[in-house]
C-alpha cells in the first residue's frame, strides 16, 4: 500500500530556544462565509531542527513526519530566506 504525500508548511521562525527544535508560525487567509472578509489565521508548529541553523524570523519549509515527542510531527525542510541583518 503506497504511503500518503507529507503535508509541506511554509511559515517562519519565531522561536529557537530549544536545543534542535523550534517553533514555526504558519499563517493562512481564508473568506468568512457569511460576510466575504478575508480573515488571516495563524497556526503554531514545534519542528525538528537537527544543526540548530534556523534562526529568528527566518522563513522556512516544514514537512510532516512520525512523532518525534509529545509536541513536535514536524521537521524543517529547508530554509526558503533568512532574516536580514
Not at 10 to 36: E, T
Not at 49 to 56: F, G, R, Y
Request: charged share 35%; proline share 4%.
Amino acid at each position: 500500500m503506497p504511503r500518503k504525500t507529507r503535508s509541506i508548511k511554509l511559515g517562519r521562525v519565531v522561536s529557537n530556544g530549544m536545543n534542535k527544535s523550534v517553533i514555526v508560525a504558519v499563517d493562512r487567509l481564508f473568506q468568512h462565509p457569511l460576510y466575504g472578509k478575508t480573515i488571516r489565521r495563524t497556526s503554531k508548529f514545534m519542528a525538528h531542527d537537527e544543526e540548530n541553523e534556523c534562526q529568528v524570523g527566518d522563513k522556512v519549509t516544514i514537512e510532516e513526519t512520525r512523532p518525534m515527542s509529545k509536541r513536535k510531527r514536524w521537521i524543517v525542510r529547508e530554509i526558503v530566506e533568512k532574516k536580514k541583518g
